[in-house]
T-cell receptor, first 114, second 106 residues
């Protein structure tokens, strides 16, 4: 039972580079989410997806792009990384409803932008 | 604009009940209250949720006041592994906030 996985777990990149963070879930959950967590702050929603090919912005979407061509994958791309995007990124999924259903989180990706 | 308010930190002795409060005075009638926790460096973990009635599961109990303006998460017999940040979340909100950092004291 793999659950929800994220890769890479750690990434160091340079300003201006494109970076893609991967998220994969094996439960066939409809909803998937991307959050970022900065030191001293709670989680903030970047994007979410209700199903394949359906995505929507969260609280802090600027500088990020997502896609969902398959139900099980929800990659997050930083098109031109900036230092302010240094953070820990968590992917999550839930079975049905976005906000009335339990969210299951991955282990996180720690991204450093130099 | 409904939101939650939690104390930034709390301590609790090991083996005692940990009671974590949350205020949500502007909660709307159909909003659930969810509790998650995050142990250092790990992804958040679901604990419990409720709408009006008190709820209990293998991890915790959730007490919601009759007017639904506040709730309390109860960990009945806290262990050192319960040291974490606890988040009280309303289901229509998209942010976890800063939560309560609970430290269990040996």
């Amino acid at each position: 039972d793999a659950g929800i996985t994220q890769s890479p777990r750690y990434k160091i990149t340079e300003t201006g580079r494109q970076v893609t963070l991967m998220c994969h879930q094996t439960w066939s959950h409809s909803y998937m989410f991307w959050y970022r967590q900065d030191l001293g702050h709670g989680l903030r929603l970047i994007y979410y997806s209700a199903a394949a090919d359906i995505t929507d912005k969260g609280e802090v979407p600027d500088g990020y792009v997502v896609s969902r061509s398959k139900t099980e994958n929800f990659p997050l791309t930083l098109e031109s990384a900036t230092r302010s995007q240094t953070s820990v990124y968590f992917c999550a999924s839930s079975l049905q409803g976005a906000w009335t259903d339990t969210q299951y989180f991955g282990p996180g990706t720690r991204l450093t932008v130099l | 604009d409904a939101k939650t308010t939690q104390p930034p930190s709390m301590d609790c002795a090991e083996g005692r009940a940990a009671n974590l409060p949350c205020n949500h005075s502007t909660i709307s009638g159909n909003e659930y209250v969810y509790w998650y926790r995050q142990i250092h460096s790990q992804g958040p973990q679901y604990i419990i949720h409720g709408l009006k009635n008190n709820e209990t599961n293998e991890m915790a109990s959730l007490i919601i006041t009759e007017d639904r303006k506040s709730s309390t998460l109860i960990l009945p017999h806290a262990t050192l592994r319960d040291t974490a940040v606890y988040y009280c979340i309303l289901d229509e909100k998209l942010t976890f906030g800063t939560g309560t950092r609970l430290t269990i004291i040996p």
